[in-house]
């Protein structure tokens, strides 16, 4: 196992399982997040004795919480500076798809870039107890890491815009229901299920696997094709609506604990 302050990696013969290692800050993500899930994502495409990843976060509570807005408070940036690593989107993932398969082993909430890394990932095993959800819109934000576009091609069409537009949660049974769960078990299962899943995809031909992920998705030059003009969409909105005075709002109002007073500007 190798470790840093915000994230852990281990190897479990052909499988790599990343930890996001935050749990007292609910796995929320910073820069140092960022920068180790990016780097652990290109040690294992890397590397061919690693033919499947997990990633997964610390303790029972939750499996990442999104952005570290208290990291934001104290004027951190969540980017780092590195535009090689800046490019991977956040929390080093959701923009820097990979070959080999990807399991998000789903250990409580994951709320907000929580919720957009489970759905950057290729399969999903959650534990008994996990929620979904993209809540941004209740505080003057929307999905911009992906989850606005994804959301709506991975769940039902009328039901994704639903949870899109409310910001209100699933739980892992509805996940299941949805098809966006593969597995649902007890919190104490949960690593056992995404390492039994990752050996057996792992047991395959690896370039097989790959090429089978590749196609499927669309990857090619390291980028998924097809999400070309999501993305661009996606950066116009973000310019738009993350400079607005509700932007400011939204989060202050959440911090006073006050409901908050849209002015749509």
Known sequence: MTESAAVLTERKGHVMII??????????????????????????????????????GAGEKSFCAGADLVAISRGE??????????????AGIV???????????????????????ALTADLVVAAD?????????????????????????QLPPKIAMEHLLTGDP?????????????RVVPLADLLPTAIALAEKIAANAPLS????KRVALGILNGAIAAEADDWA???RERNSVFTSEDAREGPLAFAQKRKPEWKAR
């Open 19 to 56: 930890t996001i290692n935050r749990a007292e800050a609910r796995n929320a993500v910073n820069a140092a997040v960022h920068v180790g899930v990016g780097e652990a994502l290109e040690a294992a495409e890397a590397d061919n004795d690693i033919r499947a990843v997990i990633i997964t």
């Open 77 to 90: 940036q969540l980017i780092p500076a590195d535009k090689a690593q800046a490019a991977w989107g956040f």
């Open 95 to 117: 923009a820097h798809p990979i070959s080999k398969p990807i399991i998000a082993a789903v250990n409580g909430f994951a709320f907000g870039g929580g919720c957009e890394i």
């Open 129 to 153: 107890h996990a929620q979904f959800g993209l809540p941004e819109v209740k505080v003057g934000l929307f999905a911009a890491a992906g989850g606005a576009f994804r959301i709506a091609r």
């Open 170 to 182: 699933f739980d892992a049974q509805t996940a299941l229901r949805y098809g966006f769960a593969n």
């Open 209 to 212: 696997v790959q090429a089978s």
């Open 233 to 235: 969409t996606n950066h």
